[in-house]
């Protein structure tokens, strides 16, 4: 099944428009009359009657929709230091986005390899991956923020924190063991020159718990997109 992404709806008509529009008339050939399922990326399927066609914008007149309840009761997190190589950071939020993943916040950190984003080109993976699983949920992606910002806009949250950081002179319980299933959770993953200690520290002092994700030395994305099924994993097995 095709589906589509809008977020123009307004009663009864909903417009798709830029890449939707030209996938939907150039590539699919859909005219007037076609009927074209789509959702708003909050929670709701669309069947919508194709009214008028446009390159650059469609106009679709709603016959049905759908509100899909929660996906669930917690909401998960994945703060990550975007690595070096894009193709690295677009592979993870594919991947997670079809596990499930509600918001994304790019982290600066001390041993950030890279410095800069493209917003744009990473909202598209998230939408062309939710289209893809058939989820009508997008997930958000925040604006990139230094890691003591990004500490300080957690303040007011009840979310269980946890910083994938193996520190030798202790042990951390793995992330499956420490993770409260039913929670909203926050996953903090680190460069791939780890986190400095002062960086652990400000980040203990802010609520945040060290967790391990197993024996293994991960890259960034590889740790992300382990964390995220890990917390999903345990949400699934307490549910059954």
């Known amino acids: 099944m095709i589906v589509f992404y809008s977020s123009a709806v307004d009663g009864d008509i909903a417009v798709l428009d830029g890449e939707e529009a030209r996938h939907a008339i150039q590539v ?24 008028r066609s446009g390159k650059k914008e469609c106009l679709l007149r709603i016959v049905h929709r759908e509100s899909m309840p929660e996906r669930r009761a917690y909401r998960v997190h994945i703060a990550i230091a975007p690595p070096k190589n894009m193709d690295r950071l677009e592979w993870f939020l594919e991947k997670a986005a079809d596990i499930g993943l509600d918001e994304i916040p790019p982290v600066w950190c001390r041993s950030s390899a890279r410095t800069t984003l493209r917003p744009d080109r990473l909202e598209k993976i998230l939408l062309s991956a939710m289209k893809q699983s ?44 420490a ?38 030395r991960l890259r960034t994305e590889t740790a992300a997109l382990a964390a995220t099924h890990i917390v999903a994993l345990k949400n699934d097995l307490n549910s059954l």
């Open 28 to 51: 699919l050939r859909h005219k007037p009359g076609d009927q074209i399922r789509f959702s708003d990326g909050k929670g709701t399927w669309y069947d919508g009657v194709l009214e």
């Open 134 to 177: 058939l989820q009508p949920f997008l997930p958000k992606l925040n604006p990139a923020l230094a890691l003591n910002a990004f500490l300080d806009s957690l303040s007011i949250s009840r979310a269980q924190r946890f910083i994938g950081y193996l520190d030798s002179r202790s042990a951390s319980p793995h992330l499956f063991d």
């Open 179 to 216: 993770c409260t299933p039913g929670k909203d959770t926050v996953v903090l993953i680190g460069p791939e020159g780890d986190f400095s200690p002062e960086e652990v520290g400000d980040s203990l002092r802010a609520g945040f718990q060290t967790i391990t994700l197993g024996p293994s």
